[in-house]
């Protein structure tokens, strides 16, 4: 495992089928990141063909792991799908993840009437509710854990009001998600290279390493997820990490 698929899957020994299902995960994280990094690194000619790609990749890949380690039951009932006799893949599955629905929510829930009548359940990974449940908390925890310590990472994260951390991960997802399956459809009729070029898609993939890494950070300092690290191994390892993207 590489330092970005440690830092969002965590300690995942143990854990029986969610352990399959990070395993899994975690080797995709393997194979992308490194694919990243290259085209950060490196002047590359297929960075316009295939950059986009590998981030949103990633991006999908990270938010994937964090519902999995937040509701194990959400990875588990899809793995349990994805297993049986009958799944199809020339169908849509109703409990595939989506990424509106199970990263961004449907509908926008108001904080004045949220939690006098709530709608069924609700679990996107950037809702109201998990950011006053999870995401809220946890973010103040790490910032009182890490108070002398410096990263580039680390330092971005400060600068974010703890009540707005939510709405901070989830607009640079969104913006992210948009920037990147733009370059993956067949939508230019133009050349793509005039959209995304070289040093558009190395922005790209800088700021989705940079997103997930963030939001991995956070998330070990929720108290109920599953594979959690301590904070000398998440520092060890964002340092290194730090280092493969050149900040």
Known sequence: ??????????????????????????????????????????????ITTFGAYCGRTLLETACTILIGRIT????????????????????????????????????????????????????????????????????????????????????????????GVINSFKTEANKLYSSLSKGIHQEFVVPISLNYDPPTVKELLTETIALVTKMALVSHYIPTIATKLDKDTLLRHLVELEKKVDI
């Open 1 to 46: 495992m590489n330092e970005l698929s440690i830092l969002l899957c965590g300690k995942h020994d143990g854990l029986g089928e969610l352990s399959d299902i990070l395993v899994q995960l975690a080797t995709t994280i393997d194979d992308f990141a490194p694919r990243c990094y290259f085209f950060i690194q490196n002047e590359s000619p297929d």
């Open 72 to 163: 194990p039951y959400r990875l588990l009932l899809l793995k349990r799908c994805q297993q049986h006799p009958d799944y199809s893949i020339g169908v849509r599955h109703n409990v595939a993840i989506q990424w509106s629905g199970d990263v961004m929510p449907d509908k926008k829930a108001s904080p004045d009437t949220s939690w006098n009548k709530i709608d069924g359940y609700t679990h996107p990974l950037f809702s109201y509710y998990m950011a006053e449940i999870h995401w809220i908390p946890a973010f103040n925890a790490l910032l009182d854990d890490f108070v002398n310590e410096e990263s580039t990472y680390l330092n971005d994260l400060k600068k974010i009001d703890p009540k």
